[in-house]
């Protein structure tokens, strides 16, 4: 019941939840939604400059018709008029001679379609078509084409209506007008737009461009690079967004560092365990960390892989915690029973490191660094390049160190003796190709410089 009502308040059954839901997945799969914000932008301003001037351009339009609309009814009153005017004398003396020339000084100008009179009983005494002559418009004056506008004028004598005078006027002037100012005002006028669309998308890239720099920056973060700066100068929103990231990308590195400081702390920690354990170990595995960071340099691994080894060579014997100290520190050789109870500290170190996500390789290299390059070794009887390439380094090392370093059992071996057994477990016991690099560094004194420096300050991490 609990689980029904809780479906109820959040909306879970809500029919126009569902529909407002389906709605929006309606948007999102718009092309609109795949878009770059540069397009949006110069897209909406083009759209609005076009609305406008398409909006200036039928107002033009419109205007300009208006006008020439007016002016020529203007025009066909006056000529109507002055025809009426100047033929009332002729009409009243039935004076048909005097007719034609009068309509046809109307007919002159070049927009006249037609013009005629008319006598009280609607004949026509003279029309510009002598075809309509003599005919009477028992329907009253025609309406006039649709390209024609027309006006007729009652002639009157007194107050008494003795004829009409009608003009038809032509549009075609104002068709030709409406085109003169098509080519010389909209023409000028759509150049101006395409170059104002042209010029938003150049101004929207620019201003966009902040945005991008910023949209890279914020990836560049998400993928872990924490150095990254946005190099937004400008006082606006964008600006103040790409400081307050800035800000933020230095709040995280500080972070950073207080979790590395932490890190660093814990993994030292877990080292004096060991030393503290066996007590002739220490600057082991100081001396292993180093001396094997020398050896991945000259064989050209990469950082992460470095930093990695680093923390494995530190912590390689991290596992001696679980052996018994008695078996540690026992000034005899080991039986069967304690050696293989000593065997299980590279495993053990492995299920010790195995909680911290970050150490997920440093344990897999731990639990391996007592592997031989011919499937001697243990835990997994590993061999050749099987063997992760740092545990081989820490095998190589660790080997040597333990060599040349007193122990409970028996005195440090000399230098030169701890070399001819490397040489001699090269390619059963040890990878050949690392004891060459080792080699390599002991002659330019790599080795007994790190040995040195060592002795001579505090053990710990380097």
Not at 72 to 95: C, F, G, I, S, W
Not at 212 to 217: T, Y
Not at 226 to 236: A, G, M, Q, T, W
Request: glycine share 10%.
């Amino acid at each position: 019941m609990g689980d029904r009502l809780e479906l109820n308040v959040t909306g879970g059954t809500d029919p126009s939840s569902n529909s407002k839901r389906r709605k929006r997945g309606y948007f999102r799969a718009l092309p609109i939604q795949s878009i770059s914000l540069r397009w949006k932008v110069a897209l909406s301003f083009s759209f609005l400059l076009i609305l406008v001037a398409g909006t200036v351009a039928m107002a033009l339009v419109r205007y300009e018709w208006i006008f020439l609309s007016k002016e020529a009814e203007k025009r066909v009153d006056l000529l109507a008029v002055n025809l009426a005017v100047n033929a009332r004398d002729p009409l009243l003396a039935l004076d048909e001679m005097r007719f034609g020339p009068i309509t046809e000084s109307v007919m002159m100008q070049e927009d006249v379609k037609y013009a005629y009179l008319l006598d009280d009983k609607m004949e026509v005494v003279y029309h510009s078509d002598a075809n309509m002559i003599g005919k009477v418009l028992g329907g009253g004056i025609p309406e006039p084409g649709k390209s024609v506008i027309q006006k007729a004028v009652d002639i009157k004598v007194e107050g008494v209506i003795v004829g009409a005078a009608v003009v038809g006027l032509g549009a075609d002037h104002i068709h030709n007008a409406m085109v003169t100012t098509i080519i010389g005002v909209l023409a000028p006028l759509l150049i101006g737009t395409v170059l104002g669309v042209l010029g938003i998308f150049f101004l929207a890239g620019i201003h966009v461009k902040k945005i991008e720099s910023l949209d890279v920056a914020v990836q560049a973060l998400g993928a872990g690079n924490l150095f990254i700066e946005v190099d937004v100068k400008s006082r606006d929103e964008v600006g103040r967004l790409a400081a307050h990231f800035n800000e933020m990308v230095g709040q995280l590195n500080k972070a950073r560092q207080q979790v590395l400081k932490h890190f660093t702390e814990t993994i030292r920690a877990l080292a004096a365990t060991v030393e503290a354990k066996d007590a002739y170990t220490k600057g082991h595995c100081e001396r292993v960390a180093l001396i094997s960071k020398a050896i991945a340099e000259r064989v050209g691994m990469n950082e992460s892989a470095m930093k990695d080894l680093g923390l494995a060579a530190i912590l390689h014997d991290i596992g001696k915690i679980g052996v018994e100290g008695d078996i540690i520190s026992k000034l005899g050789p080991l039986d069967d029973v304690e050696v293989d109870d000593m065997k299980h500290h590279p495993v053990i170190g492995a299920r010790i490191l195995s909680p911290l996500s970050a150490l997920v390789r440093v344990g897999l290299y731990v639990k391996h660094h007592h592997e031989h390059y011919d499937g001697t070794g243990y835990p997994s009887g590993l061999r050749g390049e099987v063997i992760p390439l740092p545990a081989r380094i820490i095998h190589l090392v660790d080997a040597y160190d333990a060599m040349t370093s007193t122990r409970p059992y028996r005195h440090a071996l000399s230098r030169g003796e701890a070399i001819k057994r490397i040489r001699e477990g090269e390619g059963c016991q040890f990878d050949p190709e690392l004891v060459e690099v080792f080699l390599e560094l002991d002659n330019e004194g790599v080795i007994a410089r790190i040995c040195d420096e060592v002795e001579r300050s505090e053990p710990g991490l380097s």
